[in-house]
């Protein structure tokens, strides 16, 4: 998984506002049309079944049923115009929902 200098940026300043926290676990729901949707929270803990991943001093948690899947992730945080957000690259994607929200493997 690769983090740019943005998205750490971005995460650590949000621990900060949120005034805890190590990190941001990555996951997936199944949801939407093609089956999943990304899912991000705030990392306390490090469970177990979780494979970790430093990125500076920011902890990645992955949960190991979903390793495969995000392995090859590129998350950047991305500002166009008014908006702005984590913005997913996948390769490991094989199919993306119309409306861009949920993905199949």
């Known amino acids: 998984m690769h983090l740019t200098e943005s998205a750490v940026k971005h995460i650590k300043k949000q621990l900060?506002?949120?005034?805890?926290?190590?990190?941001?676990r990555v996951g997936l729901l199944?949801?939407?049309?093609?089956?999943y949707e990304y899912s991000f929270?705030?990392?306390?803990?490090?469970q177990a079944g979780e494979t970790i991943e430093m990125h500076q001093d920011l902890t990645l948690a992955i949960p190991n049923n979903f390793f495969t899947q995000l392995n090859?992730?590129?998350?950047?945080?991305?500002?166009?115009?008014?908006?702005s957000g984590?913005?997913?690259?996948?390769p490991n994607e094989k199919i993306k929902c119309g409306c861009g929200k949920s993905v199949g493997f």
């Open 41 to 46: 929270e705030f990392l306390d803990s490090i």
């Open 30 to 35: 199944s949801s939407g049309c093609s089956g």
């Open 72 to 83: 090859d992730l590129t998350i950047d945080f991305v500002t166009e115009g008014l908006q």
């Open 86 to 90: 984590l913005v997913i690259q996948n």
């Open 16 to 24: 900060i506002t949120r005034g805890r926290g190590i990190g941001m």
